[in-house]
């Protein structure tokens, strides 16, 4: 019954910014994770950061000190800004939530980084 929806998606140029949200049906409060992953062309699905329920929050490293990911739980949605975006960014963008032992997955939404 927990979907995850992905929205914010689209074609930016290197060094732009873009703002993904995922939005969730259930309280994220009841998530012990909510993160990112993103799947390039050719290239297998990457880890691109996570918030969890404490607030603790980790990057990857081909990301880090580029992208932020936040929460407002009001509006059950987690957030991935992204700036200073390069080629090597593109790819699917995936929302990922983990209650316990059990794992959630929304649909994707594209970034292209492109000229």
């Known amino acids: 019954q927990v979907q995850l929806v992905e929205s914010g998606g689209g074609l930016v140029q290197p060094g732009g910014s873009l703002r993904l949200a995922c939005a969730a049906s259930e309280n994220i409060f009841n998530f012990n994770v909510m993160a990112w992953y993103r799947q390039a062309p050719g290239k297998q699905r990457e880890f691109v950061a996570h918030?969890?329920?404490?607030?603790?929050?980790e990057y990857g490293d081909s990301v880090k000190g580029r992208f932020t990911i936040s929460r407002n739980n009001a509006e059950n949605t987690v957030y991935l800004q992204m700036n200073s975006l390069k080629p090597e960014d593109t790819g699917v963008y995936y929302c990922?939530?983990?209650?316990?032992?059990?794992?959630?997955w929304g649909q994707g939404t594209p970034v292209t980084v492109s000229s």
């Open positions: 918030i969890n329920v404490g607030g603790r929050i």
């Open positions: 990922h939530a983990r209650i316990l032992q059990l794992n959630y």
